[in-house]
């Protein structure tokens, strides 16, 4: 059984920079789509950034596109976000997703397209 576990987040000042890591057990983050997604109380998980299977495309959302980054490292079967210029409108839970098969391998932005996902992490970024 595939289980995933976010690490790496926490409390950070405006501007600053946070990395979180998506670590894979039972399985592999290597050949699968993974993404990831973020949620505040009352409001619904929305697509954060993703990266395709096998390959390194990625996509981001508006909202950090250029401050974000997602990559994979497959010698420690994780994925990563490196997470810069941080805004207070940035804290969330997030959450790292994984898509149960590869037959669409693409990241794709809908929660309900992902089988697999870890617990959460709470970032929060102070003004």
């Known amino acids: 059984q595939v289980q995933l576990e976010e690490s790496g987040g926490g409390l950070v000042q405006a501007g600053g920079s946070l990395k979180l890591s998506c670590t894979a057990s039972?399985?592999?983050?290597?050949?699968?789509?993974t993404s990831w997604f973020r949620q505040i109380p009352g409001k619904e998980r929305e697509f954060v950034a993703g990266?395709?299977?096998?390959?390194?495309?990625?996509d981001y959302a508006d909202s950090v596109t250029g401050r974000f980054t997602i990559s994979r490292d497959k010698a420690q079967n994780m994925v990563n976000l490196q997470m810069n210029g941080l805004k207070p409108e940035d804290t969330a839970v997030y959450y790292c997703?994984?898509?149960?098969?590869?037959?669409?391998?693409?990241?794709?932005?809908?929660?309900?397209?992902?089988?697999?996902w870890g617990q959460g992490i709470q970032v929060t970024v102070s003004s």
């Open positions: 997703a994984r898509k149960a098969s590869t037959y669409n391998n693409w990241p794709t932005r809908s929660p309900g397209a992902y089988g697999i």
């Open positions: 039972g399985g592999s983050v290597s050949t699968y789509a």
């Open positions: 990266i395709a299977g096998s390959f390194s495309s990625s």
